[in-house]
């Protein structure tokens, strides 16, 4: 048995900033954003939106499209560095939200990569029979941990979620993935506290631990080589070369890093999928929410081969080949 995608769904919360609006916060311009990431704006929750919220609704547009009913799901996974809780997992909330009670549920840890990790997973458990339908679920607030007084990093993140829903079928949706960290580079990109080493104190809110820390242009450089790493393991794994490549879905952090990569492939600008202009970085919900647009925009089309590409914090990178049968 092969994995096949049979639906796709995104959810946003309502509020919308703008760089204008991040102007009045930090010593930033619209044109510096602009020119330096390619974002004009992202998604922003309110106080009643939740990582599980999110993902329920981007799960339910998912299930529609396939026709599959909650009963049916035999797994969820929800891939989030922005759960509800520490625990339970956000895919157990799903799963109540859904009434999903026949599945096992579980969320997966890999930030930016996390979406192409956890469909890697799905695909293993659909190979080996013992799953027949699942979801597959990006969600992020990550606005809640983003230090709001930094302008190198403020500016970047967006809230949202995407689905999808993989169905066990003979013939093969996902053709190969690959997915590979690097643990020694954890304190490029992270989220100090709260947690073991940092436990929630007066002293974490006193010294900003809270929030995400980053040193972007070093990310950046590493992102650019291990993205265009993945692709090529991916694609030659499968025997295809970056000519074979319909519609090119890179996580959507920077433009300048989808341009990098798009170049270093060699692929035509119309082959890359990008709207991080309208939602900024949404780490793990950015290739579903993308999927989601390029398929209910007929940017893909019934059987274009996808490739799905992704870097991010621990480090982590994967990426992913996808013959399209929607
Ligand atoms: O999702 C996966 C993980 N995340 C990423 O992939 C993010 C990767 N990194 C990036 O996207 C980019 O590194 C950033 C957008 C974060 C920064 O862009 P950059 O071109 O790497 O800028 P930089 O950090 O090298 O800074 C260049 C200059 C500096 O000024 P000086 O030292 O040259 O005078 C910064 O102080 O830009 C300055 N700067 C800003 N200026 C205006 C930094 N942030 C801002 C800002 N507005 N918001």
């Given at each position: 048995m092969?994995?096949?995608?049979?639906?796709?769904?995104?959810a946003?919360?309502?509020?919308?900033?703008?760089?204008?609006?991040?102007?009045?916060?930090?010593?930033?311009?619209?044109?510096?954003?602009?020119?330096?990431?390619?974002?004009?704006?992202?998604?922003?929750?309110?106080?009643?939106?939740?990582?599980?919220?999110?993902?329920?609704?981007?799960?339910?547009?998912?299930?529609?499209?396939?026709?599959?009913?909650?009963?049916?799901?035999?797994?969820?996974?929800v891939?989030?560095?922005?759960?509800?809780?520490?625990?339970?997992?956000?895919?157990?909330?799903?799963?109540?939200?859904?009434?999903?009670?026949n599945?096992?549920?579980?969320?997966?840890?890999?930030?930016c990569?996390?979406?192409?990790?956890?469909?890697?997973?799905?695909?293993?458990?659909?190979?080996?029979?013992?799953?027949?339908?699942?979801l597959?679920?990006?969600?992020?607030?990550?606005?809640?941990?983003?230090?709001?007084?930094?302008?190198?990093?403020?500016?970047?993140?967006?809230?949202?979620?995407?689905a999808?829903?993989?169905?066990?079928?003979?013939?093969?949706?996902?053709?190969?993935?690959?997915?590979?960290s690097?643990?020694?580079?954890?304190?490029?990109?992270?989220?100090?506290?709260?947690?073991?080493?940092?436990?929630?104190?007066?002293?974490?809110?006193?010294?900003?631990?809270?929030?995400?820390?980053?040193?972007?242009?070093?990310?950046?450089?590493?992102?650019?080589?291990?993205?265009?790493?993945?692709?090529?393991?991916?694609?030659?794994?499968?025997?295809?070369?970056?000519?074979?490549?319909?519609?090119?879905?890179?996580?959507?952090?920077n433009?300048?890093?989808?341009?990098?990569?798009?170049?270093?492939?060699?692929?035509?600008?119309?082959?890359?999928?990008v709207?991080?202009?309208?939602?900024?970085?949404?780490?793990?919900?950015?290739?579903?929410?993308?999927?989601?647009?390029?398929?209910?925009?007929?940017?893909?089309?019934?059987g274009?081969?996808?490739?799905?590409?992704?870097?991010?914090?621990g480090?982590?990178?994967?990426?992913m080949?996808?013959?399209?049968?929607?």
């Amino acid at each position: 048995m092969r994995s096949r995608l049979t639906g796709t769904g995104s959810a946003f919360p309502f509020n919308v900033l703008t760089n204008q609006d991040i102007e009045k916060m930090v010593d930033t311009t619209d044109e510096w954003i602009t020119t330096r990431t390619g974002i004009k704006e992202r998604r922003i929750a309110s106080s009643d939106d939740f990582t599980s919220t999110l993902a329920t609704t981007a799960a339910l547009k998912a299930l529609e499209m396939s026709g599959v009913s909650p009963a049916e799901l035999d797994m969820i996974i929800v891939a989030t560095v922005t759960p509800d809780f520490p625990f339970p997992s956000t895919a157990c909330l799903v799963q109540n939200n859904l009434k999903a009670e026949n599945a096992a549920a579980f969320d997966v840890s890999a930030a930016c990569s996390g979406f192409i990790y956890a469909l890697s997973i799905v695909d293993s458990f659909i190979r080996s029979g013992k799953v027949k339908k699942a979801l597959v679920i990006g969600a992020e607030i990550l606005t809640r941990i983003v230090d709001w007084t930094d302008r190198n990093s403020c500016l970047l993140f967006g809230d949202g979620a995407g689905a999808v829903l993989i169905e066990a079928d003979s013939s093969p949706g996902i053709l190969d993935s690959f997915i590979k960290s690097d643990g020694s580079c954890w304190e490029l990109l992270y989220q100090p506290g709260p947690g073991n080493r940092n436990p929630a104190s007066h002293k974490l809110i006193d010294e900003r631990l809270n929030f995400i820390r980053m040193q972007g242009n070093e990310v950046f450089k590493l992102a650019v080589r291990a993205m265009e790493d993945a692709a090529l393991k991916t694609l030659s794994a499968g025997g295809f070369t970056t000519d074979d490549i319909d519609l090119f879905v890179p996580h959507q952090a920077n433009r300048r890093i989808i341009e990098a990569i798009g170049k270093r492939l060699g692929l035509p600008d119309e082959k890359v999928f990008v709207n991080l202009d309208r939602y900024g970085n949404t780490s793990s919900a950015s290739i579903p929410i993308a999927l989601d647009e390029a398929n209910r925009t007929g940017a893909i089309k019934t059987g274009d081969l996808v490739l799905l590409d992704a870097f991010g914090g621990g480090l982590t990178c994967g990426a992913m080949s996808i013959r399209w049968q929607l």
